[in-house]
């Protein structure tokens, strides 16, 4: 990775995802064995890291100074970059890098560990089937990781047009469109950002409308978009999968929706919330697939997100794995409960009733 100062040997370890400077002789990387310091020569005065970091703005096409204080963007090289100056910044200028690491789908996630087999075999299903999916994690989970891991399994007679904010995904597959966001000048003019982006690209044809990061008002074009007939996926953050509710409510009031209004939409937008963590020691991990609960009495809005799939696979909510589910088997006791014909078609073989949205109720996983 060219241009990138004293810092280019630390982005080029493969085991390394961030790099941050925390003022004059303060770098810590993080990846495969967590958040450590290092020793970084060149970098031990506050002028020295203010050039770095106002050259790598420079290479983004972005202005760093006094007027505009920080930057959020993209290097040629891919690297994600955020810088901010002094005195927003105490104790100096702060840089940090993201470096993008290609996925290579979901069998590269099972050969580090971070992914079983069965719950592999349930993301693979969620793709087949054309779910809308949100991933959700804490800060350096892996999120964008997986997520660009599950659109590698598309076909790729799929067209995928993808929106951010500063361009991380890069998924191995051959029909993708990227729309960057744009920040406005230092007059406030000419900003362009991701809500107008999410229009943009449902007049441009996708098969599959993908957005980076849900963080702000965009979030209700967003599940507009997927509650219409579109198919595709987001990230959002989230501490754990429960909280998602509470965090899309909380998006959907910044761009003028009540509570309710939010959730309906979430629930007739998303298929299934995929969670993932992160352990101290760096590594990351799938945890599980979840679907939405219904209020009492089967009311809507929905009340919370529950567990359908856990970690290697099985659906807890029944008790078997995603693999006995596929072939139509009850893990429990042998028992058919329904025809894997009708899980597949969406129709609930329990009760009988149409199940146009059954998938939803009985599990997003199935292939």
Known sequence: MPDLGPLEPLLDDPAVTDVLVNGPGRVWVDGRGGLRRVRVDRLDTEPQVRALAVRLAALAGRRLDEASPWVDARLPSGVRLHAVLPALARGGTHVSLRVPRVSGGLTALQRTGGLTSGLADGLRGLVRRRASVLVTGPTGSGKTTLLAALLAEVGAEERLVIVEDATELDPEHPHVVRLESRPGNVEGAGEVGLGVLVRQALRMRPDRLVVGECRGPEVREVLLALGSGHCGAATVHAAAPEDVPARLVALGGAAGLDPATTLLQARTAVDAVVAVSRSPDGRRTVDGVWGWQDGPGGSVPPAALVPHLDRIGRDVRIGRDVRDVRDGRDGRDGRDVRDVRD???????????????????????VA
């Open 343 to 365: 899980v597949r078609d969406g129709s609930d073989g329990r009760d009988g009733r149409d199940g146009r949205r059954a998938s939803r109720r009985v599990g997003a996983h």
